[in-house]
């Protein structure tokens, strides 16, 4: 089952709040470990290293560039065993009489073309499974007067191999990007959950200290890492009629500059604004315009804006 995130943060955002949490429990770490005697120097050198550790795991982009470049490659492996098989069909054409053709094109592995060539892993198989067996089967009459050349039947085995072993890769290349994924998502779970623990320990240790508890919170260091980098606005742009997302909606700060489009889903993110009042003017192709004037945005956060579009009146005519 896929696990979720814990945290209520980007990626980066935790890697920058984390070790600034951990530095600060060093400096009351006998205060610590008179409370649980595993605080020590090398306890917090540990989540720290576990930090960085998880920071070194390839980003997202990164991981999907390999099963990406496979997925091309197994496109076009599939493309040519559908090219084989279509050279069959022209050889069984030219061999048998037509009252046959409907009958062989059904033994090469004709009904099993449509799904393969859709990249059905397991039609591709049958299909050319039935292929060679068919040649094997019929190779005199695919022969007779010079129609099929000599190296046909091992030119089509060599696609095929080359199919087999381009499935292999992606399907290797797959695997191994889930379970990055999945690797770089237990990681960061584990540096949340050990970070909150230690502030949970803090409220204890610190209980008549309200002044340094009140420290030890996972606020605290969020606003310490905030700035206007991590600034901006975030949120979905709908259609009042169904409520379903627009694709490629524009989304304009004005004044600044900035300019977006929304994805298939109707999500857009705007980062790196600094705090302020600004005006938005959003777009879309068959909706009427939405301006918004003076939409806050605060430093340190990203600032949620939603907005449902009512379709533009068309004139009939």
Not at 113 to 132: E, P, T, V
Not at 133 to 161: G, P, R
Not at 164 to 175: F, G, V
Not at 222 to 234: E, H, K, N
């Amino acid at each position: 089952m896929k696990k979720v995130t814990l945290f209520n943060c980007t990626q980066q955002e935790l890697y920058l709040l984390s070790p600034k949490a951990w530095e600060f429990c060093l400096m009351h770490i006998a205060r610590f470990a008179r409370h649980k005697g595993f605080y020590t120097e090398g306890y917090v050198a540990e989540r720290l290293a576990e930090i960085k550790a998880a920071r070194a795991i390839p980003n997202h982009k990164i991981r999907k560039d390999d099963s990406g470049t496979n997925r091309v490659y197994l496109d076009n492996a599939i493309s040519d065993c559908c090219d084989m098989f279509q050279a069959l069909k022209s050889l069984i054409q030219s061999a048998f009489t037509a009252d046959l053709l409907s009958v062989k094109y059904e033994a090469a592995g004709q009904t099993f073309y449509a799904k393969a060539y859709q990249g059905n892993q397991s039609a591709m198989n049958d299909l050319n499974d039935s292929a060679i067996q068919f040649i094997e089967n019929n190779e005199a009459a695919l022969k007779a007067n010079n129609n099929m050349s000599a190296t046909f039947l091992s030119d089509y085995k060599e696609i095929i191999a080359a199919y087999e072993a381009q499935r292999e890769a992606y399907d290797a290349s797959i695997k191994e990007l889930k379970d990055l994924t999945q690797g770089n998502t237990d990681a960061n779970n584990a540096i949340y959950k050990k970070m909150m623990d230690m502030f949970a320990d803090a409220k204890i240790v610190f209980r008549k200290e309200p002044e340094i508890a009140n420290q030890f919170t996972y606020t605290y260091f969020y606003d310490l890492i905030a700035s206007p980098s991590v600034a901006g606005i975030r949120g979905k742009i709908t259609s009042l009629t169904d409520n379903k997302g627009i694709n490629k909606a524009v989304v304009t700060v004005l004044l600044k500059g900035k300019t977006v489009e929304t994805n298939k889903l109707g999500k857009f993110d705007i980062p790196q604004l600094a705090s302020g009042t600004y005006t938005i003017v959003i777009t879309a192709e068959g909706f009427k315009t939405v301006t918004i004037n003076k939409f806050e945005v605060k430093t340190g956060v990203y600032n949620t804006l939603n907005v449902a579009m009512e379709k533009e009146e068309v004139a009939v005519v």
